[in-house]
């Protein structure tokens, strides 16, 4: 059973930041890709950003420039630094980790960015 847990996650005002960390646990025996999905109400799943098992990164245009992701060395946390967050920012955030022949996913964490 692997397991993804997430943190971070609240309110900010337009302009401001906030760090996502998302773990895994259970069995996975192999340093494995992750990703940052968003979804906010009314819209489909997207990709935000992506982390190979050797650091090579993927940023959504929409994020380029403002958000960062990262990873612990020899470990499936991976980390989501959200600069200069705007409005349409607001989603559910979830992380994944795609194992050889399943991925798994968190439960998500709530992004809101509101005056």
């Known amino acids: 059973q692997v397991q993804l847990v997430e943190s971070g996650g609240g309110l900010v005002q337009p302009g401001g930041s906030l760090r996502l960390s998302c773990a895994a646990s259970?069995?996975?025996?192999?340093?494995?890709?992750m990703a940052w999905y968003r979804q906010a109400p009314g819209k489909e799943r997207e990709l935000v950003a992506e982390?190979?098992?050797?650091?090579?990164?993927n940023y959504a245009d929409s994020v380029k420039g403002r958000f960062t992701i990262s990873r612990d060395s020899g470990k499936n946390s991976v980390y989501l630094q959200m600069n200069s967050l705007k409005p349409e920012d607001t989603a559910v955030y979830s992380c994944k980790l795609s194992d050889f022949t399943f991925d798994y996913w968190g439960q998500g964490t709530q992004v809101t960015v509101s005056s």
């Open positions: 982390i190979s098992s050797t650091g090579t990164t």
């Open positions: 259970g069995r996975i025996f192999f340093i494995r890709p």
